[in-house]
């Protein structure tokens, strides 16, 4: 997350050197990225809507099927329940989050005739950008724990292919692109 971070201060320092006329692709930006951090609450919250449904249906006929090769008692059942519709949760207050911060840059970045210090731009958009990432992660982990309703076999497959292709991603020490003022 370092070289994000430093590309997302390097931005708001380009943005917020610029006129306010022309800071429209910015808020657009800015924008998209609040769009888009309301959906994925949204279906955070609608999908931790249906777990508490699925949760509240007394007949577990699916968990009785021979495909299923793992502990299916009630008790493990609801265990992985709650810790699958904590991982949505979890997600949603990251996402929601990451629109408030998102929300807080855009008021800032579109504050007329005024001096906004370009660290307090600097941290709302770092804010966010660390929420949406959190968010993320929550759903990436809400997969997981999908699969171990199907056994500790899938979720256990499923744990590797994350952990290796997040070691992959998070461990590139090459920026995306230079940044080089002018």
Request: charged letters at 15%; one cysteine or more; proline letters at 3%.
């Amino acid at each position: 997350m370092g070289f994000e971070n430093n590309d997302k201060r390097i931005w708001v320092e380009r943005i917020m050197q610029a006129y306010k006329r022309d800071v429209s692709i910015a808020l657009s930006v800015i924008q998209s990225n609040t769009t888009t951090a309301t959906f994925l609450a949204s279906v955070s919250l609608t999908l931790c809507s249906l777990i508490g449904a699925w949760i509240a249906n007394i007949s577990n006929i699916f968990f009785q099927s021979q495909l299923i090769y793992c502990d299916t008692s009630p008790n493990t059942i609801s265990i992985k329940y709650i810790c699958l519709l904590t991982s949505f949760l979890v997600a949603f207050s990251c996402f929601v989050q990451s629109a408030r911060h998102f929300v807080h840059a855009n008021y800032l970045i579109s504050t007329p005739d005024s001096f906004i210090p370009v660290s307090s731009v600097e941290i709302a958009v770092i804010r966010g950008g660390d929420f949406w990432s959190l968010g993320r992660r929550a759903l990436y982990f809400a997969l997981d724990l999908l699969l171990w309703f199907f056994g500790p076999i899938p979720m256990f497959i499923c744990s590797v292919v994350m952990v290796l292709v997040f070691h992959y991603l998070d461990s590139d020490s090459r920026p995306l692109h230079s940044n080089q003022y002018r």
